[in-house]
């Protein structure tokens, strides 16, 4: 059975990477699916830390970032790139964080209680874009 321990009266976010970095290698396998991994990769990540209100990724496709799996409220199917924090973060191959999602021009509204955000992008080994992590919050400036 896969389980994921990290207790709640750990409060320091440096101690709770350290416990989930520590279980996901045991959580994640290269033989199942990359699909099983992403999604199960959400799941930790949300049970992890309260102050997430959304987390997914968003696959490149057809030159479109599609929605993959993820955890939270249902969310826009596709982004353009350079649009939006996801498609800004995946155009420039950067990652952004944002600390009031309203002060960001162009932001894609998904959820209107989300108030701050960060987006990784994730490259693959040949340097092209496979896609980008999105995590949201409802508190501002909740990533670093
Ligand atoms: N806010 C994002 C859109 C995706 S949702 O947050 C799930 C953006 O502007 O890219």
Known sequence: MEELVISENIQSEKEKYKLLIKQLSGLLNSEDPLISNLSNLTAA???????????????????????????????CTSIEPGKGICGTAAANKESIIVADVNKFPGHIVCDTDSKSEIVVPIINKDGSLYGVLDLDSTEYSAFD
């Open 45 to 75: 990540l949300k049970q992890t830390f309260d102050k997430i209100s959304w987390v997914g990724f968003y696959i490149f496709e057809d030159r479109k970032l599609y929605l993959g799996p993820f955890q939270g409220k249902v969310a």
